[in-house]
Nanobody, 121 residues
């Protein structure tokens, strides 16, 4: 059964860094795109970064220059390196995988369980 398992969340002070990891296994369809989303209570899940099978990344404007997405295909793992963190980055972060690089969360095929990131002043 396909699954994604995340690790690396936690609490950090503003300006600090965290790295999230997400290991996948058991996919029954070809995975072209990997991504990280985040969600705060009462708001929709938003995509913060994605990387396609060619290794081409794309970032939301709010994280560009601070976050870096990467993938290690040999380990079936994707990463999100987060630097210069701000309190507004506080959210539950989810990794996702899909057959294409969809814009909306509802179109993605596979999801991790989520990991909390909390940034304090």
């Amino acid at each position: 059964q396909a699954h994604l398992v995340e690790s690396g969340g936690g609490s950090v002070q503003a300006g600090g860094s965290l790295r999230l990891s997400c290991e996948g296994a058991g996919f029954t369809s070809s995975i072209h795109c990997l991504a990280w989303f985040r969600q705060v209570p009462g708001k929709e899940r938003e995509r913060v970064a994605r990387i396609d099978s060619e290794g081409e990344p794309l970032y939301a404007a709010s994280v560009k220059g601070r976050f870096t997405i990467s993938r290690d295909n040999a380990k079936n793992t994707q990463y999100l390196q987060m630097s210069s963190l701000k309190p507004e980055d506080t959210a539950m972060y989810y990794c996702a995988a899909a057959r294409a690089c969809y814009e909306w969360a509802s179109d993605w095929d596979y999801w991790g369980q989520g990991t909390q990131v909390t940034v304090s002043l």
